[in-house]
Antibody, heavy 125, light 107 residues
């Protein structure tokens, strides 16, 4: 069964740091592009960033609000995706989802076919 | 950044009615437009990818069309289980972006 399971959410003070994890199973993780998407309470979906697979350079790209503060990485040996969040702000409060197109042909890696259940991050003093 | 604008923001519809949701991009995005359904307290679910490609397990009443800057999600013969918020998303260029969402309520 294809599955993504996020963990690491919780309450953190403004200016603090947190690292989220996303454990993947049921597909060849090392060949998959991986993304983080967040949703603030009562709001819409917001793309946070993505990392390509090693074949495509393992390159990360980010949304403007998190660029310079958040870092996406992956450990293919552990089939796990990470989101390191530093200098957290109250506006980063959201449910964070891990998502991926899975294994698809090159050129069609932009859709989010598989989603995790999300993990809640609350930034508050 | 490519801005996606959905219309309407909210729609109240009777069962069996046809629903049309549009998504307009601020610049041309080829066919790199995808649609998702999100029900309360659930993760989003992919409905249509690359404008019109159907997804296994998604009912055939959901379809997508469009090109360039204007795209449409159509739900033929709405069912009560289709009450949800629908989002479009572009993967044409970074940063990838979502529309603001369209909430569909059942009358």
């Amino acid at each position: 069964e294809v599955q993504l399971v996020e963990s690491g959410g919780g309450l953190v003070e403004p200016g603090g740091s947190l690292r989220l994890s996303c454990a993947a199973s049921g597909f060849t993780f090392s060949n998959a592009w991986m993304n983080w998407v967040r949703q603030a309470p009562g709001k819409g979906l917001e793309w946070v960033g993505r990392i390509t697979d090693k074949t495509d350079g393992g390159t990360a790209g980010y949304a403007a609000p998190v660029k310079g503060r958040f870092t996406i990485s992956r450990d293919d040996s552990k089939t796990t995706l990470y989101l390191q969040m530093n200098s957290l702000k109250t506006e980063d409060t959201a449910v964070y989802y891990c998502t991926t197109p899975g294994i698809v042909v090159p050129g069609t890696r932009g859709s989010f076919d598989i989603w995790g259940q999300g993990t809640l991050v609350t930034v508050s003093s | 950044e490519i801005v996606l604008t959905q219309s309407p923001d909210f729609q109240s519809v009777t069962p069996k009615e046809k629903v049309t949701i549009t998504c307009r991009a601020s610049q041309r995005i080829g066919s790199s437009l995808h649609w998702y359904q999100q029900k309360p307290d659930q993760s989003p679910k992919l409905l249509i990818k690359y404008t019109s490609q159907s997804i296994s397990g998604v009912p055939s009443r959901f379809s997508g069309s469009g090109s360039g800057t204007d795209f449409t999600l159509t739900i033929n013969s709405l069912e009560t289980e289709d009450a949800a918020t629908y989002y479009c998303h572009q993967s044409y260029s970074l940063p990838w972006t979502f529309g603001q969402g369209t909430k569909v309520e059942i009358k």
